[in-house]
């Protein structure tokens, strides 16, 4: 039984990423319902690894800087969210749930929708939070 990974970018529309063996799921939604995608999952007591970008760990914010802290503000309290909610979901049910909080990668999210298609093959309409989740996944092999 394979690893069902995935990935999640906390925002006001938090960007979810799905890989479970051949099948992907791109997308983003509010934080409730990407809380219960994830509980959902959880549920079926499957082998699960996520991902999730955590903006407390960023350090530049480039032009504008000012104005991107403090939108970062409410994007660090929502991070803060999803380690306490992916916390209780381990201790709290019978899935071999593992996650982890990564650092953002300068230079590695906010990529073009057709860059995305190329890298991902995924063809589907996606949003920048959507591109960002996934590629907190694609590739990704656990150690």
Not at 54 to 73: I, M, V, Y
Not at 97 to 118: C, L, R
Not at 125 to 141: G, K, P
Request: aromatic share 6%.
């Amino acid at each position: 039984m394979s690893t069902i990974l995935i990935g999640i970018d906390p925002g006001v529309k938090t960007g979810v990423g799905a890989i479970d063996g051949k099948n992907k799921v791109v997308g983003s939604m509010p934080i409730h319902q990407a809380m219960q995608f994830v509980s959902d999952i959880a549920d079926k007591n499957l082998p699960i690894h996520i991902r999730v970008e955590d903006a407390r760990l960023r350090k530049w914010f480039g032009n504008n800087a000012k104005a991107k802290q403090q939108g970062a503000g409410s994007v660090k309290r929502d991070c803060k969210i999803w380690e306490d909610f992916l916390s209780d979901i381990k201790a709290t049910t019978n899935s071999d749930i593992s996650f982890e909080m990564v650092h953002p990668v300068k230079g590695g999210t906010k990529i073009n929708a057709k860059m995305f298609q190329q890298i991902t093959g995924i063809q589907k309409r996606t949003s920048e939070h959507a591109r960002d989740a996934y590629m907190l996944i694609h590739n990704f092999r656990r150690r």
